[in-house]
């Protein structure tokens, strides 16, 4: 069955130096032999060595579009396995508009938001995991995402789960075996072999199920709630971190009334900051909307920075927050240290057992401390992505539960000695689940919705 060729813009649409149009299909460079026009030989361009670049016109009925250069990389050491011509023009809009209208009308058809990625994978060239790396690769806000998802697209997550399935369908196999041929395969005494071999695989699961935590900051930054008292100063830090003057700031007690959030990146490490509403006592409605606001901010939260106002006594509302942020992840800020300080660290820490850094948002002291903080706090340090994988997808995540769980069946059937065929149904569950990972046991359905999330020219 001919399958179409398809083109798209692969750079942003916006004046720029360069513009790159991607051609992927049986018939690229057919096409592309319609439209080009070389510099100075004559040779035809279709007879064209792979991975080969060439200098010369895009033309539409001997009309030149732009002078270009032409990539042509032939099937199958190519990104989709197939035929792919990039041509790399000037970036202006309209030029590069033209040359896809061009292309479009010699035979191709413009490709769907993600469908040279989703050729790669149905090609064979990579699998489920790796074509979700290319889109997390792009949408990368930090370098640690940014390093994960280039582990991830060199195949660190298949292997590891090529790994395991394959450990899986090798008991399986024996199973199946040793009940069509009992003669010849023993399986007395199998149960105990396989228990070992079973909580190892769980063992790993687990690893990879608690790295999705450090995963989802990783890609997608970590939520971090500023919470204390009116007036204490979350607003200022929220304005100092930012660099600019986001919230507003007055004297008045309740000025904060609502939520404001907004993202930054400090020193490699995305917070996605909430400024709340001071928490206390009140009778007003709406700043008891506020207040119950930041409340839920403070439950979902994974970092809490708490900002006590040092130049003031600790109160019934502090003490209402601290025992709200007990069992989070809490760093604690003491504020206005430019002023006289009723409240110093030693005397917060015979309250609540927290990291508390002294600042002052007025003279801008103490943030680096609590940027250095957060870093140690979430990452120890530098990461290395050389020795440790991280599950970064929901969908990833998921899966490898449904497998943990599947294999904790296998084992509560080894351990109240369920006969051996109950195993490989477990097995077999796990095994499929792990699958899903790397897109061997999804469906048409799925497939394209995954790949409907990406950008058009990829």
Known sequence: MKIDTIAAIATAVANSGIGKIRISGEDAITILGKIYQPKNNK??????????????????QDIVIDEVLVLIMKAPNSYTKEDIVEIDCHGGILVVKKILEVIIKNGARLAEPGEFTKRAFLNGRIDLSQAEAVIDLI???????????????????????????????????????????????????YG?????????????????????????????????????????????????????????????????????????????????????????????????????????????????????????NLDQNDYKIIDMIQDKKVIILLNKSDLNMLITEDKLKKVVDKTIITISTKENEGIDLLESEIKDMFYKGNISFNDQIYITNVRHEAAIKDAYNSLLLVKNSILDLMPEDFYSIDLMNAYESLGNVIGESLGEDLVNEIFSEFCMGK
Do not use: C, M, W
């Open 43 to 60: 040779k035809n361009i279709v007879e064209a060595k792979s991975h080969t670049i060439h200098y010369g016109f895009i033309v539409d």
């Open 192 to 312: 105990e072999n396989l228990l070992i071999k079973i909580e190892n695989l769980i063992s790993e699961l687990e690893l990879l199920l608690k790295s999705s935590k450090s995963g989802k900051i990783i890609k997608e930054g970590i939520k971090t709630v500023i919470i204390g008292k009116p007036n204490a100063g979350k607003s200022s830090l929220l304005n100092v971190l930012l660099g600019e003057e986001r919230a507003i700031v007055t004297d008045i007690a309740g000025t904060t009334r609502d939520s404001l959030e907004e993202s930054i990146n400090l020193n490699g490490v995305n917070l996605n900051l909430v400024d709340t509403a001071g928490i206390r006592d009140t009778d007003d409605l709406v700043e008891q909307i506020g207040v119950n606001k930041a409340k839920n901010h403070l439950l979902n939260s994974d970092l809490i920075i708490y900002v006590v106002d040092a130049t003031t």
């Open 139 to 189: 949408n990368a806000k930090n370098d640690y995402a940014r390093q994960s998802s280039v582990n991830q697209l060199k195949g660190a997550v298949s292997q590891k789960i090529e790994k395991i399935r394959k450990e899986i369908i090798h008991e399986v196999a024996f199973i199946e075996s040793a009940l069509d041929d009992p003669e010849h395969i023993q399986i007395d005494g």
